[in-house]
């Protein structure tokens, strides 16, 4: 009801502030007899932190996962699995000068609202922060798709309006933005330090492709896939729009254009992105999302204090220029979360 | 779980077919006192049902909602209220050549892979007719927000790729394709007509206006406003995209551009589509969803058999060319069940 | 939330009144494949409405259950399955006098506290007219236990202090009082005469027994098989205890006679009445369910009206003596419901 | 789904094993702006933990509360609070020889049915140790209800056979056994002195009494509060059976004795206690719990091993010899944590 949890048979709760002692999740409804050990979570926590270079993330997170329930001899018991991810760098003292101050693109003043109070260190609760825990979490929901032959893939489609074209997808995670496009990354990568003389930041579009995602999944109605993954993918703080296959182009197209053709061979096109009427066809999963620049600029931008009076903004602390690379592991978290918790809801028609 | 039900404190579950005795939803957590009458529910469902000329809408339907509970002398009482909506014209004969076809664009090859069977008689429980419920639950939601001064205004903002520039929202219920632009409106029943001729179809995107939202609402981490409008958008069947606000758009803008300011008179501008971090912030709330030509079209579509023999589909029952006039009131039905779920559960914060 | 769902996968949603159109469920979940027809609802229905002799339930009601929708060409489809059973015999007037008295051992009084009235014409949503949806309800879920094996059985165990003694299952269904025990059975009979003349009424014990349920129902800690149960049974309107198994005679023993030895052929004894830490171990299961006597009686009872003045309540309409033979089959309903729920999430574990 | 969450509104997730890190619990919707600090903690925990004397609690834990999130200067923020009790006393080697075997009265059996494997190092996840999570919980529940002048007060009414009569409630907490009658306590700790001679345990029966509930908590048909009272009771290991007010004894009134009076100054008795219609009335909530005998002993018992075959199982480690004081605190907080619930429940009608 609060909100801190998603998913219905494989369900996730995330807890934990920036600033405080760390973040975690509970996830309860993870089948039993599934390998799992601290190590399985070091790749994609790594990959939250890419820190290659001067372009992104330049505040320094070792994220060590701690498996605190649910594990006997590396392997799941069928209990809540607890994780948590303990705050290492968390001088707060940066943030002393803002805590007046609502930040501009930031949730200070709607949380003021409804709480009564905000988290000026860095945002709390509503700090980038807690998708560390999603990332978790996604770890293990990877544990029950992976022997599926389910892949998901996420990657930068478009950053500061450079838009990759030429993909190739092996070339992922040599690009420290996780653009399969060489030159585009690099383009990329020079609009971030433009960008970040000019002390302002970027946006981008990620785009998330699912392999092997068996057919049946998601149910009729409100919790159709793509409902719920559109849901997923929103909660991640910063993105402000969410497509599925064809997206925004389908209301340009024709029917005939965009009905996928059924053949004996499978479907002879896939502007649906793999679901259609909510649930998954066997066909590659095709989503976009729009993701909004960060709002944390060292340009002067117009707020006001708590009190109301006018006040200017400068943020001087460490920070992205562009969400999308940290993104990435985020989304694919979020989805693998959604179809490994759709995969379980799938078995209860017998 | 199985995905029939949405909300948590206002909370709304959904049965019925196309072709069965009717649909209905039973609502459970509207609070008592709240005046309810059979008339209450005309116009919105008359709004989905425009039949204004030969440009929407062949199929004739007068849906009459019946509360079948939880009204005493036209007020709530606090109990379930169940509203039901008889099917009138259910003549299934049309649909007896499609028995062993699955339908292009449909989810009748989903729903065979799901469930084992598919209902041909026009979707059954995945037929658009499911919307009628949800305009009705829409209804009552209305009921809750309306005395808060909420205003919620869904229109064609583009449809067949013409796209209304000339704004007046007055002028919304006068065109039959509810498109606050008069030229652009014309423009579009010219396209209907056309692509009726060539036995085709159009998508288009609505865009969903709320005035008046309190500041506060919503729930940080998974059941963000957003996140829960986008589910809940997503979750009409033939929409493929959503934005919030700046949307995709604001992938390509800068932070210095894409941050709106908050002055002492409120904020400067509206980028973020009035919700931060998750919870509204008093501005309006500005949504978009991108929606797909109606699959059913009387041109020659490949298809298969449920053995998998190639096939040719051929649709020559009545349908709409468009969906977006007729889905206009069932975007606006869930918005404002959102909201009132949203509203109710901000009340658990004393 | 607003408490008028059980069930997690299996998920019952009632509604209605007593003196309304009727009262009705929803069933989000139920599989596919399932045959259902209107008269599958007669049996249990009718045992609701015992009406043999003078003893019981002097009120006329035919309850035939409508399947509004889910079963198509009588197979349940895994749509929500609408079930509705109009009122037929609804004259409010003997209510009139009631309009303004809270009458004792009823929910009025709470009711008006809550909600700000209350429904005087025989308790409306609180009526126990509302457990004929459960019962129809746990006619789909027996449709799901039956292919099991598992066989569900309640009876009077306990009526007006006369204990059933010689018990003999197979004369349950023809004790008017569902009772296995022929003499106690006739004592209940002139004890409620008895009770009758006094313008009292009577409480008592009603014994349910499940064989044949498969073990590794439950789930840990908070929803395991007993509590659910236990909240299941506690939710039929005059209960007040609930037992498993030994219940409070457990309190009694050592752990050398409660604890059940285990042999390779089974368990030795079944003090534990089936469940072991909350989870089916395939022996039987035993519950008990304590059933207060009905409220309404035409005895002079103290009381106030809605401005908090002294009053005399005096019930002159039709009612039943003692809750207990009708409540039988809504505790089997009950169970039935538990079952079907905790078997269809038992799935979820691959 | 997976049972590990309780409340709708206080949503309450527990996790962790015996013999693992530790226990904890995360609280999803507690309001802001409620003082909470490690220390309001200690008195429950260790009530927990009696260890006066040799009757009861051999086993030394000394359970410090973490509060990993949702506080912030010892003010709980509305963000999720994450509970850790780290394991301190976890030498497993005792449990190395019951390795094979199923522990008569324990759950080992079930687990193993239904995960294939289970616990042997002292219940793992089904081992009482869960239950100081649920104190944790209890203790932020009360910082909810003690504003509103609530006050909850559990004890032992009876154990092994004997029971309380002279009621004192101030001796309670004098009482090692929590038991407000002083002879009756010294005769229980006889008794299970005695019973620790003879290698066996003892069983009994807890009261809980709430005063100063607000009325109007609680929600109609099956979150009705005595249903939910019910659920929380019975999700302790041990409790067999739960009784609200009259219980089993009202079987055997009749409703001339059972329904309480209403006159202008409030009911004249209080068999329902405290609930009407599953709604509370105001006066005093009364409830009680039987409690089965710990089925850890020292007499030999017959068992099988996981091959199925027989065995004796002779229990030697340390033990509690009756389960009663040690679960007083968790039914206290099981009370607490429903209540809380439902008076935040209660503020979604405005």
């Known amino acids: 009801m609060a909100g801190s949890s998603f998913g219905e048979v494989f369900r996730v709760t995330t807890f934990g502030e920036s600033h405080g002692d760390g973040v975690g999740a509970v996830i309860d409804g993870c089948p039993p007899w599934i390998s799992l050990s ?13 820190g290659t270079g001067s372009v992104v993330t330049q505040r320094s997170e070792e994220d060590r996962v701690e498996v605190l329930s649910g594990v ?3 392997l799941t018991t069928g209990a809540p699995i607890a994780l948590f991810i303990r705050n290492r760098d968390v001088d707060s003292r940066p943030y002393e000068i803002l805590r007046r101050l609502f930040r501009p693109g930031h949730a200070d003043y709607t949380y003021f609202t409804k709480y009564g109070h905000f988290d000026f260190r860095g945002g709390g609760r509503y700090s980038a922060r807690e998708t560390a825990a999603r990332v978790a979490a996604g770890v293990v929901a990877w544990k029950i798709l992976e022997p599926l032959g389910v892949k998901v893939t996420a990657y930068t489609l478009e950053l500061g309006g450079i838009r990759a074209e030429r993909m190739n997808l092996d070339f992922i995670e040599e690009s420290p933005l996780y653009c399969p496009d060489r ?18 930041s970027l946006g981008g579009i990620a785009e998330i492709r699912v392999k092997g995602c068996p057919a049946g999944l998601g149910e009729p ?28 182009e389908a209301a340009r197209l024709k029917a005939s254009e965009n009905n996928d053709p059924i053949t004996p061979n499978g479907f002879g096109s896939n502007w649906a992105g ?34 109301g009076h006018p006040a200017k903004m400068i943020f001087t602390g460490r920070q992205d220029i562009a969400p999308i690379p940290r993104i990435i592991p985020v ?20």
């Open 72 to 74: 006997f001899e590396d």
């Open 274 to 307: 793999g679901i259609l009427g909510g649930i998954s066809n066997g066909d590659e999963i095709l989503l976009r999302a729009a993701v909004k620049p960060i709002p944390s600029i060292s340009q002067g931008q117009d707020t006001v204090d708590r009190e």
């Open 331 to 350: 989304l694919e978290a979020m989805v693998k979360i959604v179809l490994a918790d759709h995969y379980l809801r799938s078995k209860t028609i017998p």
């Open 38 to 50: 601290p190590g399985d979570f070091m790749q994609d926590m790594a990959r939250r932190r890419p």
């Open 221 to 248: 109605v409100f919790d159709k896939l793509d409902a719920d993954l559109a849901k997923a993918i929103m909660s991640v703080g910063t993105v402000k729009g969410v497509e599925i296959g064809a997206g925004f």
């Open 183 to 200: 030159i585009a990354s690099q383009r990329m990568e020079e609009a971030i330090s433009n960008t970040k003389k000019e002390g302002d």
